[in-house]
């Protein structure tokens, strides 16, 4: 594949998506790492990757790449085993979240639907939305960056002065 579907990019979006999928989604979804994804899952990852690459186009990082095709394929790589880190992560804070809450149902459920209702109540809308996608959907930085528009370092900072301050204010409310 060579640089041309860059101008294709820029010139006409949905022709360039279509060459694409056609030139790389079977090539890279037939190697073995794939084999146990679904359709939606590979759709997933492959919408990610050329929204990834779209941005690179437009803020001219991706002219110092040599081989859009391994580039690509790179990216699907990394989009997948977030995928599955985030995956792993929600299943292990689901079984977390299960032996907590066998133990002291109650008690459980009021402590966190205390800390709920104080994020909402006391933090601003920005810190809440950061908050829940790193607790709550188990997205991880990059993922949640990618989402709000800002940088990796900004949200890791932003996530733990929000963290302090809910902590702060947790306590401050004896829950």
Known sequence: MDKSIITLIETNRDEAFKHLYGALYNKIFSAKRYKDLNVEDKVDIFHDA?????????????????????????????????????????????????ERNSDEPTTYYEEVRSVFKVMRESLDEWCVELLTHYFVNGLDFDEIAERMNYTR???????????????????????
């Open 153 to 175: 370092s900004y949200v890791k900072n932003k996530k733990s002065r929000c963290l302090k301050r809910l902590k702060s204010l947790v306590k401050n409310k004896s829950l």
């Open 50 to 98: 050329l929204l990834t690459f779209t941005l690179k186009v437009e803020d001219g990082s991706i002219s110092e790449v040599k081989n859009i095709e391994a580039w690509f394929s790179g990216v699907c790589k990394n989009n997948f085993y977030n995928k599955i880190k985030s995956e792993i992560k929600a299943t292990k804070a689901q079984e977390e979240f299960q």
